[in-house]
């Protein structure tokens, strides 16, 4: 598990339900890095992804959250968020 898989588990801890645009601005990625993580995180079994259902048309929307029994196995291991950069696109482009 990487940095940015720890961040994500950090804040999806507390056990609330977060929508994608929600935890986009919690963790402060670019829109597909955090797609692909949340993709890795739900594949193993780390976090959930759930339907909720939408008024009207348009695409499904997602929930995400951390099972029960692994939020409290989680809150036990330390996050050091030093070890975390997170760049503006404005910024990656002066790299």
Known sequence: MDSFDEHIMMVL?????RGFHQLL?????SHNT???HL????ERG?????????NGRGRPRFMYFMPQELGRQ????????SEVVTLTFKELRLL
């Open 46 to 54: 780390q976090i959930l992804r759930e339907k909720t259902p939408v």
């Open 74 to 81: 989680a809150s036990s291991i330390p996050f050091d968020s």
């Open 25 to 29: 601005e919690e963790v402060g990625f």
């Open 13 to 17: 801890r507390d056990g609330k339900p």
């Open 39 to 42: 993709n890795t995180l739900v």
């Open 34 to 36: 955090l797609r692909l």
